[in-house]
């Protein structure tokens, strides 16, 4: 039901972006406000071109529009802003700079076919026409109405021109992305020639075992080198964080427990003993003053009940008490209220709403003139039902107004506004009425019931199982006791020592400015502690203390690493690095091993490492030997003459020494037309993604933020 969730008056000034794909990176930062302040600046250069603060507050408000609607958290999108402007501002420099244009006529032709508009039924006619004069017309009311509104337009107009630019250019270079008979040729011959192979394997897990080898920072330093684009760095720290949460302890738990005992049969300490949870008439009331939820007046079905009572409801007499049980972090006591059938209601209504109302919209008649009105609607159907249908072009809600009305089944459980729900549950078949809620004036007409399963109303006494101060102090105590152990200590003294201790130990190891959260932790300190180590007073070796609000967990940091925009940090990359370069000094050490026996075949070279002789049968398209991916093998298959040895062929996970006993063909389905056809298609398909990567890496992209809060911080 579209007007008792989101009121979606005009679905598309809700100004939920549709992020293409090629436009967004996902991170988390700290709020703009936090870091800079108000005041206006240009946060970065993209070419030399600025990036304002207006540019970025608005590109901001677009992404949490559209988390919002989403049901996502609206904190933490500042990177992804930062991101999407930056490859925004790529896309419209080389829109220019290929000469194309986009004319205010071919925005109004094209904006139906971007996705915020075409994926909703609502902005095209029953013949599939697009309304483009009443978007038009809807656009010019606003600019007069609503100034607010009307912004918001202008901001999500800002995006999607990015996004029709983009598909333009990406038309535009994709359309001469060919491929040749003779390629299409070469690639079917690929795809169809198999090799039948003997080979011996020299697996490098296998031979590490005896011949460990060891891989330097300089190894790692030398492997970046050769990649540099690859390992291209932004500003980043690589921190090492310790983690003491303020757990409950076992004394805690058992004291939770008899409070709740003592909640429940003995008194509360405002009735002076004189009231507890069986005992109250006021069972609401009680719960407000007693428990850490609030009371939830609903029925629902068993199954929705907590584990713990929900196979004994159905038996209990009414005031029967449960408890105190656990939920998780929390002891419960419950106590059944009622039992009635559940009724299942069919109703519609049509909403009259007015100017300034959560589901105004750009409405401008008078709460009183939207009273006046809705009550001439009631009193036309309250004397005959068969006319509801003529007012419907009075209702805010298209959504409902497109089914005559209707918002279908629902129950006491259904996600309606109380007002609504209240009137169904108090109102037989046929009832209708003007019922007002914060989205305006409902006319509604109940059109059907019937009875559904039995539903329960509880009220649930909770308490959390929180630790105490004594635990909060041992916490304290031993995370203090740590940080002095590792002042002025090397990192692996300071990981070392967490580790002994059984403490909770993680290594972020490139962790940007406006990332937000940590890995492996997640605290609502992650901000702090990724500030604290980017403050220029901050120096590698620096240790400092966190307490996460609320919980009395603490947080020991320290910074490891502090890595400038560049290439990488070694360290920082070792565990994806190390790897790749350890296989490649044991294939080195094996290849020599193979080459200094000088051996004629392959039963040779199996006995000189232990090793087995095996066959297969490869393919340079889809290169598996015995279930594992070796290009180099595949290539090798095919590159050497029938019956005699290659070379050694450093593969992904061993050295292969390889014997080719023959080739056959095994002919798939498809001519070369269709063979074009599909690679174009495919090489066309990643264009733009491989197009954008390519802009951003040549780029000249300068950021500030990180300087502008360094400065705001010192202010």
Known sequence: MAILGEIRNRPWLLMGIIAVAMLAFVVNPDSLEKLFGAQPGIYGKVNGQEISKEDFDDQLFMLQQQAQQQGQPTKGLEEQAWQMLVQSKLIEQQFKKMGLTLTEDMFWNQLQ???????????FDEKGNFKIQEIKNQVTQL?????????????????????????????????????????????????????????????????AQKNPVKVTSKDISDYIKLHPTVFKRDVSRNIGVVYFPAAPSAADDAAMQAEMNKLMTVGSPTSEGNENF????????????????????????????????????????????????????????????????????????????????????????????????????????????????????????????????????????????????????????????????????????????????????????????????????????????????????????????????????TNPKEVGRFQGTLPGLG????????????????????????????????????????????????????????????????????????????????????????????????????????????????????????NKLSKPVEGLTGVYVVLKKGESINKQPGDVKQMAEAIAGQNSQQFGQFFLKSLQDNAKIKDYRIELYNRSAQQ
């Open 143 to 207: 600019k007069s109405s609503n100034v607010e509104l009307y912004n918001n337009w202008l901001k999500t107009r800002k995006s999607i021109e990015y996004r029709m630019m983009a598909r333009q250019l990406f038309a535009n270079v994709s359309s001469g992305i060919t491929v040749s008979k003779k390629e299409a040729e070469q690639i079917m011959k690929e795809r169809d020639q198999l090799a039948d192979i003997d080979f011996v394997k020299v697996d490098y897990e296998a031979f």
């Open 523 to 642: 605290t609502d300190k992650d901000e702090d502690i990724i500030a604290w180590a980017f403050n220029k007073n901050t120096k590698k070796g620096d240790t400092d203390i966190f307490t996460v609000e609320g919980t009395g967990d603490r947080v020991v940091a320290y910074v490891n690493g502090i890595q400038d925009a560049g290439s990488a940090d070694p360290e920082a990359v070792r565990d994806q690095v190390e790897p790749i370069i350890r296989n490649q000094l044991l294939a080195k050490k094996i290849t020599e091993k193979i080459n200094g026996a000088n051996a004629s075949n392959l039963d040779q070279i199996a006995k000189l490492f232990g090793a087995s002789k095996q066959s297969a049968q490869v393919n340079m398209l889809n290169p598996q030997v015995n279930g594992a991916m070796e290009p180099k093998v595949a290539g090798a298959a095919f590159g050497v003459a029938k």
């Open 278 to 505: 069986v005992n109250t008439k006021n069972d609401s009331m009680f719960i407000a003053l007693n428990s850490d939820l609030p009371f939830n007046p609903q029925y629902f079905p068993a199954e929705q009940l907590p584990a713990a009572i929900k196979d004994k409801v159905a038996t209990a007499a009414i005031g029967t008490t449960f408890g105190p049980y656990k939920e998780q972090n929390f002891y419960v006591v419950s106590k059944l209220l009622d039992k009635k059938p559940s009724d299942s209601t069919l109703s519609r209504h049509i909403l009259v709403t007015y100017k300034g109302n959560q589901a105004g919209g750009a409405e401008t008649r008078s709460k009183e003139e939207a009273k006046k009105l809705a009550d001439s609607i009631g009193n036309a159907v309250k004397a005959d039902p068969s006319k509801f249908a003529q007012f419907l072009k009075y209702s805010a809600d298209p959504g409902s107004a497109a089914q005559g009305g209707s918002v279908g089944w629902t129950t006491p459980e259904t996600p309606f506004v109380p007002e609504y729900l209240n009137f169904l549950a108090t109102n037989g078949k046929g009832a209708t009425a003007v019922v007002e809620t914060q989205y305006g004036y409902h006319i509604i007409n109940i059109e059907d019931k019937k009875s559904g399963a039995m539903g329960y109303k509880v009220a649930n006494l909770v308490k959390a199982i929180k630790p105490s101060d004594k635990t909060e102090n041992e916490v304290y105590t031993k995370a203090t006791k740590f940080i002095q152990q590792v002042q002025g200590k090397s990192f692996n003294e300071f990981a070392n020592l967490a580790k002994k201790n059984n403490y909770m130990f």
């Open 113 to 123: 076919f971007d996705p915020l508009f075409a994926q909703n039924k609502e902005n």
